[in-house]
């Protein structure tokens, strides 16, 4: 979607002239957006340092004085590739999504989104895809010789126990997917087909086996895939250069992107119910964790963090139980007595946002996020709450409290739920394997990686033993505290610098 139009133009001077304004126009725009509640969609970088927030004067829960940042809604733009899958395009926004203003005297049209809605893109069918089938993780029978020609996708080794990668066998889970194009055969029989009709390998780094077919035939494109973090490799990829061709992780600059997760727009908005999401909770932040000591240092950061505000410690790392085989009961809890949820990832890398994140964001809770993720691309503005935005520990708390106090800020928090859905695991999952189909029919280059330097090196991960991130989350008890938050910049910057 573009943010601006222009309109008829008669000439170059005339287009020169319009794009002048418009420039002068927004930048005016943008010194108001982050006033009111209806924001004009402009162009930061979503990469760029955090601005200084605002102050309000309150208390904590100790009667204590405080001043507590305000942190605006900001419509981050949403301009990457990694999310235009092999869906049709989208229709257009149905009028309760967007509004227009137009500067008359500019002659230039600037689009607004209502609050709660984002430029993420539209569900398109995968809001019509269901969950998969059993039958489509069981191998069909003979190849059926009626069938147009078919890709063929081999599924190499096993990814967590199991054979089908998430995905399926057969033809079956292309046409269901609805992909674009759905001329492929998905398989874990190595014998199944002769090894030189092979199209596509499917390999998992972390798997047990990590052997490869005796022969490799050129036309045959080895695929890389891999869901954990890249702080947890747990062996060298140095000898496998130059052995893939293409990827498939939670990295968003995959060949085939596979996320945790994915958020779309919806069609169709629901109705507003004026809901009022605090009603009734009375506790205030809660965190379910099996790892009690990772390289992130999350559990020192909520350890700090417990200083100023209650969190409830859920599984193996606390004192209180909800059994993982029990998710809906366990989500349910959440939504009824806690304001926030507390998801810290466990390794801090590149684009590595897991099930911590998006499988709250279908809970009535607000998620505290803790990552080095980029999630101002994958989720809605005003979604969640980024602890790296803060400069202490405790201007984070303060703003916790101050939302806790506050019951319209804090409804502000979920207002995306009426324009967005998280789609399902396997309408997720789905969209990797779409990609690598219609890829296959139609990608002719060659190319391969060096795969340490892309999934290790390139991941820029950084550990609590980092100097910057060792004063965040230690609530900054040992060094001078820096004048500026930590920022993904900064931590990049960090992760090169160890």
């Known amino acids: 979607m573009k943010d601006v139009w222009l309109g008829e133009e008669e000439g170059a001077g005339k287009r020169l002239l ?8 927004l930048a005016w725009v943008g010194l108001l957006s982050l006033k009111g509640d209806m924001r004009v969609f402009l162009l930061p970088s979503n990469l760029a340092p955090r601005p200084s927030y605002p102050l309000l004067n309150t208390t904590n829960r100790k009667g204590d004085a405080v001043s507590v940042p305000v942190v605006p809604e900001i419509k981050d733009p949403v301009r990457v590739n990694y999310l235009t899958d092999t869906l049709a395009p989208a229709p257009a926004p149905s009028a309760p999504n967007l509004t227009t203003s137009t500067a008359a005297k500019e002659g230039i049209e600037v689009t607004t989104l209502a ?4 430029t993420l893109p539209y569900g398109g069918v995968v809001e019509e895809i269901s969950g998969a089938a059993k039958d489509l993780y069981v191998e069909p029978g003979p190849y059926d010789a009626s069938d147009p020609p078919l890709k063929k996708i081999l599924f190499w080794n096993e990814a967590y126990n199991n054979k089908h990668f998430g995905f399926g066998f ?3 889970p292309f046409l269901r997917a609805k992909c674009r194009v759905n001329t492929c055969f998905a398989t874990g029989d190595r014998n199944r087909f002769p090894p030189d009709q092979i199209d596509a390998l499917v390999w998992h780094w972390r798997s047990n086996d990590k052997s490869f077919p005796k022969k490799r035939y050129p036309h045959t494109r080895y695929v890389f895939w891999m869901m954990e973090s890249a702080s947890h490799i747990f062996g060298n990829l140095g000898p496998y250069k130059d ?4 990827t498939l992780t939670y990295r968003l600059d995959s060949d085939f992107p596979n996320p945790y997760g994915r958020i779309y ?3 169709h908005p629901l109705p507003d119910d004026h809901r009022n999401y605090a009603e009734g909770k009375t506790k205030m932040a809660a965190w379910f964790v099996s790892n009690c000591n990772t390289i992130a240092g999350r559990e020192k950061l909520v350890s700090t963090l417990r200083q100023w505000i209650d969190v409830d410690i859920y599984g193996r790392c606390g004192k209180f139980k909800c059994e993982r085989r029990e998710q809906e009961k366990c989500h349910k809890i959440l939504s009824q007595d806690y304001k926030f949820y507390l998801s810290f990832e466990n390794s801090l890398c590149q684009d590595y946002v897991t099930e911590k994140f998006f499988n709250i964001m279908g809970v009535d809770v607000i998620p ?3 990552g080095l993720g980029n999630y101002s691309i994958q989720a ?9 935005s803060f400069p202490t520990v405790k201007a984070l708390a303060d703003y916790l409290i101050y939302l806790s106090k506050n019951d319209t800020a804090y409804n502000e928090y979920f207002r995306w739920k009426r324009y967005h859905f998280v789609a399902n695991y396997w309408a997720r999952v789905s969209r990797a394997y779409c990609d690598m189909c219609e890829r296959l029919h139609t990608d002719t280059t060659t190319k391969t990686y060096n795969i340490h330097k892309w999934f290790v090196s390139s991941s820029h991960c950084i550990t609590q033993s980092s100097k910057e991130l060792s004063t965040f989350i230690h609530g900054y008890t040992s060094v001078t505290p820096p004048q500026e938050p930590v920022t993904r910049p900064a931590a990049r910057t960090m992760a090169r610098n160890i």
């Open 170 to 172: 057969g033809r079956e």
């Open 380 to 388: 809605p503005p005003h979604s969640y709450i980024d602890a790296l």
């Open 368 to 370: 505290v996020v803790y």
């Open 265 to 267: 727009r919806r069609r």
């Open 115 to 118: 609050p709660g809605d984002s």
């Open 243 to 246: 052995v893939f061709n293409w």
């Open 18 to 25: 319009a794009v002048l304004i418009a420039g002068t126009f």
